[in-house]
Nanobody
Framework: QVQLVESGGDTVQAGGSLRLSCTTS???????????LAWFRQPPGKEREGVAG????????YYTDPVTGRFTISRDRATDTLYLQMTSLKPEDSAMYYC???????????????????????WGKGIQVTVSS
């Protein structure tokens, strides 16, 4: 069974940095050696949106326009932990952040972030990030 657990959420000032973590388990058993991991977020009163994705086994990373150049997605293979390093944070980055997993197709098809993440199969419960102005 796939489990995803986010941590690292906090309240930070605009311009600051924060790193989110997502511990994963059961993914290799479910998908094998190649799969897609991603971060999404849902600001208050708005729809869920993709933030960043990583193709495990393929090596590619993907970012949506609002975070390109500011956020970095990475994965520690030894601990099966997904990270999202966020810098130059803005108040509009305030949201619940979720990590999600899908088969590799979600990444290499480019569809991981479409339809509010409908391509993704498994989701964490989310973690709150608040950026104060």
């Amino acid at each position: 069974q796939v489990q995803l657990v986010e941590s690292g959420g906090d309240t930070v000032q605009a311009g600051g940095s924060l790193r989110l973590s997502c511990t994963t388990s059961g993914i290799g058993i479910t998908y094998g050696s190649s799969y897609c991991l991603a971060w999404f977020r849902q600001p208050p009163g708005k729809e869920r949106e993709g933030v960043a994705g990583i193709y495990v086994g393929g090596g590619s990373t993907y970012y949506t326009d609002p975070v390109t150049g500011r956020f970095t997605i990475s994965r520690d293979r030894a601990t099966d932990t997904l990270y999202l390093q966020m810098t130059s944070l803005k108040p509009e980055d305030s949201a619940m952040y979720y990590c999600a997993a899908s088969s590799a197709y979600g990444c290499y098809s480019g569809s991981w972030h479409t339809g509010k993440g409908q391509r993704m199969d498994y989701w964490g419960k989310g973690i709150q990030v608040t950026v104060s102005s």
